[in-house]
């Protein structure tokens, strides 16, 4: 696709959804493409569904109308993923993304394969909000879908500091600025903020944490009773792996959490030496080529062992 206006001819409903447990990315650019059908294609049908986001997102328009749950038997004329890597990824509905009459995903996982009738995937893309940027018309981009565009790249981009960050990356964002917003707030808030709990949580992680492989690799973890303990989920454990990844020393970070007993979310980030993406796709997940995770089964050091030994296979020769 050159623009998403190819895929809207004679269509009169949209449904529109992301990735299970949705990072900054994915709400941003669901949210982004939600927003700009419902102002600029009033006349159809836009219905959004997501898990519920985490409340730092609170401050881009139209949040609280995201469905979070489905409701009955559906048939959308067009249905729109964004940022979801696979198909087994879709949260909340993707029994309508099955029945819908033609299907777009819009993404930018260098491990997705294409799985809808259109796949629109920049695999060098910092971000599927970048993705989506390029497919909109920038006169139609007002304040409320620059925010959550921006909210969508500097949190894949941890605020331009990752390697997928591009002058073209660069560019968008001091276009989306000229908008008006205020990016300070949108960066502090969502970004940068953390609850007096949450930066408890965090230090435990690095306070229990483990170097490994010669202090090249670092990991994190939290089990389910740790987290019960503190009172958190998933959601609030946003930013504990790429704290983990500044260590001196470390090409990769590893923080694991248990999601029920003895089944646990891994996330990894690399310093450049090492391809997480491929570690991650091997164990049936996905990412990029520094920040990738997946979901794996056994007891926390069956799942370190399994992760480690992919890590050590794409680990320079200079280390023996």
């Known amino acids: 696709m050159k623009n998403i206006s190819e895929v809207l001819h004679d269509v009169r409903t949209i449904g529109i959804a992301g990735h299970i447990r949705p990072d900054g990315d994915c709400v941003g ?8 059908l419902k102002k600029n294609y ?20 139209g949040i609280h109308e995201i469905k979070t749950e489905t409701e009955g ?26 029945t819908a009459k033609e299907t777009v995903c819009i993404d930018h996982h260098v491990s997705n394969r294409g799985f809808a009738w259109i796949n629109h995937v920049m695999g060098d893309v910092s971000s599927a909000s970048e993705v989506l940027y390029g497919l909109l018309d920038a ?7 620059a925010v959550a565009i921006y909210t969508g790249i500097i949190h894949d981009t941890g605020v ?9 990356t660069m560019r968008i964002a001091g276009e989306l600025m000229k908008t008006g917003f205020d990016f300070n707030k949108v960066i502090e808030k969502s970004f940068y903020e953390k609850t007096y709990i949450q930066n408890q949580v965090m230090g435990r992680v690095l306070a229990e944490s483990i170097m490994l492989q010669d202090g090249k690799c670092i990991v994190g973890y939290l089990r389910r009773k740790d987290m019960i303990f503190y009172g958190v989920e998933g959601k609030d454990l946003e930013g504990i792996v790429s704290q983990l990844r500044l260590t001196k020393g470390v090409e990769v970070a590893i923080f694991l959490y ?34 990738a995770g997946c979901d794996l089964q ?9 992760i480690t030994a992919e890590i050590e296979r794409q680990m320079p020769m200079e280390q023996e």
């Open 42 to 61: 009033p006349d159809i049908q836009t219905d959004i569904y997501l898990e519920e986001p985490r409340p730092v997102f609170a401050y881009i328009e």
């Open 73 to 98: 038997e559906k048939e959308y004329d067009l249905f729109i993923t964004c940022d979801v890597s696979a198909k087994d990824r879709i949260a909340v509905a993707a029994e309508y993304f099955e």
């Open 139 to 145: 006169d139609k981009i007002d304040r409320s879908i």
């Open 258 to 291: 248990e999601i029920k007993t003895q089944v646990f979310k891994v996330s990894m980030r690399s310093n450049g030496n090492v391809d997480v993406s491929k570690i991650a796709v091997y164990f049936g997940g996905g990412g990029h080529t520094r920040a």
């Open 160 to 168: 331009f500091q990752y390697s997928s960050t591009s002058p073209e």
């Open 298 to 306: 056994g007891s926390m050091y069956d799942v370190v062992n399994n």
């Open 29 to 36: 650019s669901c949210m982004a493409l939600y927003l700009y």
